[in-house]
């Protein structure tokens, strides 16, 4: 989902943010971005890598920031998808204060 994720970025940079094509690109990119997370928290986890705990945190502000401009028609799913980032905040700050000595 990577690769997904970095032609989402290019869709959304290139778009017309008042056209329909940059609220769908966001809302794409937020969940090839979120996709990502679950395994890159347990490799943080398991590694405990200030690295990985970091490139999460990121990640996941960055899902957070798409998901805002993303179409309202979606609002039941991202609804959801906030809730899962919400769950995570503690989680990546406990983490980042574990393993960034």
Same mark, same amino acid.
């Not at 979120?34 to 490799?43: F, K, V």
């Not at 805002?68 to 204060?97: C, T």
């Given at each position: 989902?990577?690769?997904?994720?970095?032609?989402?970025?290019?869709?959304?940079?290139?778009?017309?943010?008042?056209?329909?094509?940059?609220?769908?690109?966001?809302?794409? %990119? +937020?969940?090839?971005?979120?996709?990502?997370?679950?395994?890159?928290?347990?490799? =943080?986890?398991?590694? !405990?890598?200030?690295? @990985?705990?970091?490139?999460?945190?990121?990640?996941?502000?960055?899902?957070?920031?798409?998901?805002?401009?993303?179409?309202?028609?979606?609002?039941?799913? %991202? +609804?959801?998808?906030?809730?899962?980032?919400?769950?995570?905040?503690?989680?990546? =700050?406990?983490?980042? !204060?574990?393993?960034? @000595?």
């Amino acid at each position: 989902m990577p690769e997904a994720a970095t032609k989402l970025r290019q869709v959304v940079a290139t778009a017309n943010p008042s056209g329909k094509i940059y609220p769908l690109a966001n809302y794409y %990119l +937020g969940l090839s971005i979120l996709q990502q997370i679950p395994p890159l928290d347990a490799q =943080a986890e398991k590694e !405990k890598s200030c690295d @990985k705990a970091k490139q999460e945190e990121s990640m996941a502000a960055e899902a957070e920031a798409a998901f805002k401009l993303a179409p309202p028609d979606q609002a039941q799913n %991202l +609804g959801q998808f906030q809730k899962y980032l919400d769950g995570l905040k503690p989680r990546i =700050a406990s983490m980042l !204060k574990v393993y960034c @000595k």
